[in-house]
């Protein structure tokens, strides 16, 4: 991050203020000190800068790349950041592409049946949706505040991703175990 204040020619987007995709083009953050996916507090910027660096081809397109955020159980580095992936194959992206109807599951987090990669049935939980941007952001502090208080450790294991299938529907999905950049970006 540093190098791309000090040289100014990182990608970024006036509309998502200081988030920056760093040279790589493999990670976008911010400059601000902001830990992880706890701490965005339904901010959705570094999100829709995921989606402009596809929209604009940047780093792939909508319809192969994926965007992933680590639990803070899986992350490695104590800084918030985006994943860009180009991924025109994956698991994932198969298994949404055959859900019949993907219009059913645009309306709140849905408990997926997907059960391959070391996530059992319903540790993945999706909405789809045909909106731009899709608010990642407010996917994830939903279920966050969906949790109990009963359940404080389930916080630190909610990653979250977003993925396009085949027929051009979006889907935000939040992570309940495992690594959210292993589901999106490398299967």
């Known amino acids: ?6 040289s100014q020619d990182c990608f970024h987007d ?11 083009h493999k990670l976008i953050t911010t400059p601000h000190h902001t830990p992880g996916i706890l701490d965005l507090h339904g901010d959705n910027r570094g999100w829709k800068l995921g989606q402009i660096v596809f929209a604009t081809g940047t780093v792939s397109n909508s319809a ?8 803070v159980h899986s992350r490695s580095e104590e800084q918030a950041h985006v994943h860009v ?3 025109p194959v994956s698991v994932l992206r198969k298994y949404l592409d055959g859900i019949a109807s993907p219009a059913a599951y645009a309306h709140g987090l849905t408990p997926m049946d997907f059960d391959q990669l070391g996530f059992p ?8 949706g045909s909106t731009w941007p899709f ?4 996917l994830v502090e939903s279920y966050l505040n969906g949790l109990s208080s009963a359940a404080p450790c389930a916080w630190f294991y909610a990653g979250a991703g977003l993925i396009t299938d085949q027929r051009g529907y979006t889907w935000g999905c939040v992570t309940t175990m495992g690594s959210a950049e292993f589901l999106f970006c490398m299967n």
């Open 64 to 71: 192969d790349g994926a965007l992933a955020m680590n639990s």
């Open 135 to 138: 608010d990642v952001a407010d």
């Open 14 to 24: 006036a509309s998502t203020d200081h988030w920056t995709l760093l040279h790589d």
């Open 1 to 6: 991050m540093c190098r791309c204040i000090r």
């Open 121 to 128: 049935k319903h540790s993945v939980l999706c909405r789809a």
């Open 85 to 87: 992936c180009d991924r």
